[in-house]
Nanobody
Framework: QVQLAESGGGLVQAGGSLRLSCTGS????????MGWFRQAPGKEREFVCA????????YYADAVKGRFTISRDNAKNMVYLQMNSLKPEDTAVYYC?????????????????WGQGTQVTVSS
């Protein structure tokens, strides 16, 4: 069992930046690939980015590539999402997730544990 808790969301103007953090507790954090997903009102949850267990490999959705950066610190049981050049369409609840599989997945259904989410609102 892994418990995840996101923080760092808020209201920001378009073009601004936010850094989301996710704290993991419970099982060995480095046993899990980690992902960030987001869900806007009336839309399905969508993949944002993910990082491998050791942090060597990262993957991004086309919509955020070049603007968002995922990183992790296994010693601190933390994963981060640095979001730059934010756009109004980035407005959503952002979720941190953990996946026990050895490969990094983009499919939300393959992730085993989820945080409660943190709201990000980008004003135009």
């Amino acid at each position: 069992q892994v418990q995840l808790a996101e923080s760092g969301g808020g209201l920001v103007q378009a073009g601004g930046s936010l850094r989301l953090s996710c704290t993991g507790s419970g099982r060995t954090f480095s046993d899990y690939a980690m992902g960030w997903f987001r869900q806007a009102p009336g839309k399905e949850r969508e993949f944002v980015c993910a990082i491998s267990r050791g942090g060597a490999s990262t993957y991004y959705a086309d919509a955020v590539k070049g603007r968002f950066t995922i990183s992790r610190d296994n010693a601190k049981n933390m994963v981060y999402l640095q979001m730059n050049s934010l756009k109004p369409e980035d407005t959503a609840v952002y979720y941190c997730s953990a996946d026990r599989s050895a490969v990094v997945n983009r499919n939300a259904f393959l992730y085993d544990y989820w945080g409660q989410g943190t709201q990000v609102t980008v004003s135009s």
